[in-house]
């Protein structure tokens, strides 16, 4: 079936350093979505990207989503300690039903 | 109201108990979801309700059962759970089953079972 793989599981950075967590479907995705889940917390919807080579930005934050559909990429540049958490990525795949599949996450600690 | 709320926040049970989870939310949305999280997993789907009517079962076993009363309310059954069931049990709720939604979830309850 249909998996999502996340890479790296844990990242450890000092303030002001970039971050970068990767996803890898096995199939094409018809969407791809991610989430921020803060320790002791719930998800937290973050973006949306449907469209082959779609590139969007939030603040310190860049989505992108492959040509193929199949991968997307997380960049935060200069983190800060609010960006502690983990990050989802959520695949769907149209064709099996509408089913998010989870990426495992990647968990971001960030030191002052 | 932009919120998914659930009750209780936190159930021990024993493994003969009978007890309900709960989740509402009052966006409208008329798909709504049931998650099972363990510790530094992912959420995992346990069911899909969309419309009010049962869409998606992901072989989930009969001591959870799932009941959706009306658009704004979703109930999850527990009966003779297991210890191995212990996990965070997320509610979430989307516009539509469309997939081109975003999801959101509710704080969730803290489940452990003795």
């Known amino acids: 079936g249909q998996q999502v793989m996340q890479i790296p599981q844990y990242q450890h950075v000092q303030e002001g350093e970039d971050f970068t967590t990767y996803c890898n479907s096995s199939?094409?995705?018809?969407?791809i979505q991610w989430y921020k889940q803060r320790p002791g917390g719930h998800p937290v919807f973050l973006i949306q990207l449907v469209k082959s080579g779609e590139v969007k930005k939030q603040k310190r934050l860049t989505f992108q989503f492959g040509e193929a559909k199949k991968n997307s990429s997380l960049h935060i540049t200069a983190t800060q300690t609010t960006d502690v958490g983990t990050y989802f990525c959520?695949?769907?795949?149209?064709?099996?039903?509408?089913?998010?599949?989870f990426g495992k996450g990647t968990s971001l600690l960030v030191t002052p | 109201d932009t919120e998914v709320t659930q009750t209780p926040k936190h159930l021990v049970m024993g493994m003969t108990n009978k007890k309900s989870l709960k989740c509402e939310q009052h966006?409208?949305?008329?798909?709504m979801y049931w998650y099972k999280q363990k510790a530094k997993k992912p959420p995992e789907l346990m069911f899909v309700?969309?419309?009010?009517?049962?869409?998606i079962n992901e072989s989930v076993p009969s001591r959870f059962s799932p009941e959706c009363p009306n658009s704004s309310l979703l109930n999850l059954h527990l009966h003779a759970l297991q210890p191995e069931d212990s996990a965070l049990y997320l509610c979430?709720?989307?516009?539509?089953?469309?997939?081109?939604?975003?999801?959101?979830f509710g704080p969730g309850t803290r489940l452990t079972v003795l």
């Open positions: 966006m409208g949305h008329r798909a």
């Open positions: 199939t094409t995705l018809s969407n």
């Open positions: 959520a695949g769907l795949n149209s064709n099996s039903g509408y089913a998010l599949n």
């Open positions: 309700y969309s419309y009010e009517k049962l869409s």
């Open positions: 979430a709720s989307s516009h539509s089953l469309a997939g081109e939604n975003e999801q959101f």
